[in-house]
């Protein structure tokens, strides 16, 4: 209930929260420990709880906490003869976490998964998969904050 009426938003109110530390937590990989990846992930939560007019201060009464579980590009091909056709997914998974700053206990969690694929299709078989495409990853990463803010601001 205390979630509920610290998160509700009011004509004459604004929510308040505290964006506290985006932890990478991937353990192998080429994502493992990068911490340019958290602060990339910080940057789009920022911007993502702005724009939904959230103000982010130190004072508020809840922060959250945001952990990097899973990074990795998913590749599926298909060939015949001499046609081929790739489909490269990029998969990010993020645990979040809503903090009661007053006696320090996790009010609630969840985990959000997205992802966003490139296809492409050609005559010749030349395999470029594998690799993170900084388009796809922006997107799902986007996609994924939206997903897990969405769902930990929910009642």
């Not at 509700?8 to 109110?13: E, G, L, P, R």
């Not at 340019?36 to 809840?62: P, V």
Request: net charge positive.
């Amino acid at each position: 209930m205390l979630l509920f009426l610290m998160l509700s938003v009011s004509a004459k109110s604004q929510t308040s929260l505290h964006l506290d530390s985006v932890e990478n937590k991937i353990k192998i990989g080429k994502m493992a420990s990068n911490r340019n990846l958290a602060f990339g992930i910080r940057n789009i939560l920022e911007e993502y709880l702005q724009e939904k007019d959230i103000n982010l201060t130190d004072k508020a009464n809840h922060s959250l906490k945001v952990e990097i579980i899973f990074l990795d590009v998913l590749t599926t091909s298909g060939n015949l003869s001499v046609f081929h056709k790739s489909e490269a997914k990029v998969i990010i998974r993020l645990k979040g976490f809503i903090i009661d700053k007053t006696n320090n206990q996790i009010v609630k969690s969840t985990v959000a998964e997205e992802s966003a694929s490139e296809i492409s299709m050609s005559t010749l078989v030349v395999d470029t998969g594998g690799k993170f495409n900084q388009q796809n990853l922006s997107i799902a990463i986007k996609k994924c904050c939206e997903k897990l803010v969405t769902t930990l601001m929910k009642q």
